[in-house]
């Protein structure tokens, strides 16, 4: 199928007008490039198939529409960050929450996006300080739900602001080794009202980061209850994976999936992972140099195995 690079000419131009547009925490990169990984291979701008390219464009021009009418409003910043990152031009969104930043100080919102692209790039020091700020500037807000940019079948959200922080922040520390903060993170999370989809995708890297913090009997109290039976709307991938943990699915079922790269990415991490605690470190490192080598290094379960590759 052919491919389209998601060279973004109207955002680079419009940001070009903004105080704010550099930002000296990026790394250098050749034209065209992103960022670096953790391995030191150069990450391009992901390419899209020429039909999802003119839906994201489509709602990226519109994004840019609102803007250039209200520059000053807060939803028209974020959208128009978020639409850029869905393009896969993520130093871009970066530079437009960053605006947002300065333009909405005590909005975390900002941050929290922000925070969520500097992990896209793998510059984690900036994500945890964003994610830090974020939670201090929400500390006494009341929880809001987070409408999703990408929708899901039922158009139905399933996250909220301080949800997103945490999870986003867990991961940070997660894959910076940094487990017992993690498990911090996770646990704040999971004592919101969340929705399934939202507590099964937090139960998930809470279990991990449980079983590399050493916590084993904590992590297998904490899934003792998940069964096929939960409802959820679209992350089947931690749903199924979590029951190959308690040792009711069976990993093998997964191995050929033909899921998306986003899920293949994600099930292929969960089930090294699974190979990885339970003493099969060769056929983890296969897997996980296998998700690798497919290069969708956006994907939170590729940078999750490109941080084992690393260490």
Known sequence: MKKIPAILTVTAILLLMTACQDRPDLPDVP??????????????????????????????????????????????????????AYLGEYREAI??????????????????????????????DQAAEDFESADILMRHMDDQIEPDGLPNELNEPTSTLKSNVWYHHGLVEYIR???????????????LDLTNDMRIATTYWYYMALKRDGKDEKAGEIIKDITPDIEIIENDAYLNLLLVFNG?????RFIESDGDDLQNATLGYGLGNWHYINGREDKAFEIWQEIYDAGNWPAFGFIAAEAELAR
């Open 31 to 84: 034209e065209g490039a992103q960022t670096y990984s953790m391995l030191g291979d150069t990450l391009y701008t992901p390419e899209l198939d020429s039909a999802l390219y003119e839906e994201y464009r489509e709602n990226l021009d519109e994004a840019l529409s609102d803007y250039r009418i209200d520059p000053e409003e807060p939803e028209n910043l974020i959208w128009l960050g978020r639409r850029t």
């Open 177 to 191: 080794g940094d487990y017992s903060k993690a498990v911090e993170l996770y646990e704040k999370a999971l004592d």
């Open 248 to 252: 009711i699915f069976d990993a093998d």
């Open 95 to 124: 530079g437009i929450f960053t605006e947002g930043m300065y333009k909405h100080p005590e909005d975390p919102r900002m941050l929290r996006h922000r925070g969520h692209r500097y992990l896209t790039l793998r510059l984690f």
